[in-house]
């Protein structure tokens, strides 16, 4: 009876905080940060936080090595500039949707991969090399994950389904909480109807609040260019990308999503592999070192997804989209490399040989055998800190958190809109 009377004494309570935290929600100042309490991001490696890895193997050590200490399915030494985006937003690092080992998405989802493209690919990924997980079958995990998040968290598994060995239960306390304690561990757990995966799946408004991420479209490029194709032969090909790009975008916005940050494609003319890979004529070199077709295909696709963008702020009147220019600060970087105190910016940080210290056959983390043992030879330079390149493909942790301190005010967007403004909508 006494803690019926207690619960009693709290609801009014509880009623006046509620009620209190909406009236604050609905009056916010449109000059206020925006409060996004989940990001749901969709690329390639460029953003992939652990899905490559979780379905075809792990990157190999050093991988990770500068910030997380080991390989944490990312291809860099260390964190991506969508890690640097969670961080600025208070979201914790996003888990991989196809990472079945602890994750946890209260927060969000990742559904890049490596390798990705935005058109699905007509090759098997050992035959082309590029991910069977297109940007419309990383919008189809999500389509799935968001109508399965809203019905188990409804449903729950009630803790009496639940085992755990050798514990011992404890009487339960007042209002809330299930004690269980194991020898050395506590578990604890909520009883409200959504039981368990209330703590590792996001909340059902989450879905219209969040802000979606997307960094996709240089695998697209680099596919055609693998497949002998002509400069102009790509570049007919890039409408067809912006068509299946907004569908996608669409697709999202009728699941009620509204808040949009969408990176534009890097300077793929300066990245050690293609440069290694790729027949390149001395009168296409430009100063810097890049290959000029290449680097010229990557702002074509760019100039047609900053106008699909612009269309797509016609079609969604309640939708907030931000187009975000990292091709330039990372062409600046490469170009201007020892001003921004960085070096050898076409040299690959961790490889093997070669003019680029890139080897198709034994990348980062390669061995080889001599005499019948195995030796790493794909070893990392002495200072990431200063490599611009981590594998000949993607960038460091450093590059990347260069790149991301100058997007994040809203100086390389279009709208000039701050990363933490993004869901607003500026005409």
Request: net charge neutral; proline share 6%.
């Amino acid at each position: 009876m006494e803690s019926c009377r207690r619960i009693a004494n709290l609801v009014p309570l509880l009623l006046l905080i509620f009620i209190t935290q909406c009236t604050a929600k609905r009056a916010a100042s449109p000059t206020e940060p925006c409060k996004f309490p989940a990001i749901f991001n969709f690329g390639d490696s460029n953003s992939d936080t652990g899905g490559f890895s979780a379905a075809f193997g792990q990157a190999a050590p050093p991988a990770g090595e500068t910030f997380f200490g080991r390989p944490a399915g990312r291809y860099s030494d260390g964190r991506l500039i969508i890690d640097f985006i969670a961080q600025g937003l208070g979201v914790p690092y996003l888990s991989a949707y196809l990472d079945a080992v602890g994750s946890n998405f209260s927060h969000g989802a990742n559904f890049a991969t490596a390798a990705s493209t935005i058109r699905p690919q007509n090759k098997t990924l050992n035959q082309g090399g590029f991910s069977p997980i297109s940007l419309n079958v990383q919008w189809y995990q999500f389509y799935e994950f968001q109508s399965r998040t809203q019905y188990f968290r409804s449903q729950g598994i009630p803790h009496s389904r639940l085992h755990y060995p050798d514990m011992i239960p404890i009487q339960i306390t007042d209002i809330i909480l299930g004690i269980w304690v194991e020898t050395d561990r506590m578990y604890l757990f909520s009883l409200r109807s959504g039981g368990v995966y209330e703590e590792l799946l996001p909340k059902p408004e989450y879905f219209s609040e969040a802000l979606y991420t997307f960094d996709i479209g240089q695998n697209d490029l680099t596919a055609g260019y693998f497949l002998k194709m002509s400069t102009d032969e790509v570049r007919s090909f890039v409408p067809d990308l912006m068509d299946q790009f907004r569908t996608i975008i669409k697709n999202i916005y009728g699941g009620g999503g509204r808040y949009f940050w969408i990176h534009n494609t890097g300077p793929v003319g300066c990245l050690p592999y293609v440069m290694d890979s790729l027949l390149i004529k001395a009168s296409q070199v430009d100063r810097a070192g890049c290959a000029s077709p290449f680097n010229e295909v990557a702002q074509f696709f760019n100039q047609a997804l900053k106008e699909a963008v612009a269309q797509l702020k016609k079609e969604l009147p309640l939708a907030a989209l931000t187009y975000v220019d990292v091709y330039s600060l990372k062409y600046d970087l490469i170009s201007n490399a020892k001003q921004h105190g960085f070096r050898e910016p076409l040299r690959a940080c961790c490889g093997h040989g070669g003019k680029y210290n890139f080897n198709s056959h034994v990348g980062c983390g390669g061995k080889i055998k001599v005499k019948g043992k195995e030796i790493t030879v794909g070893k990392s330079c002495k200072d990431p800190s200063v490599a611009i390149n981590w594998d000949g493909v993607h960038y460091t942790e450093a590059a990347n958190k260069w790149v991301f301190d100058r997007i994040v005010d809203g100086s390389f967007s279009y709208p000039p809109v701050p990363l933490k403004m993004a869901c607003r909508r500026v005409e």
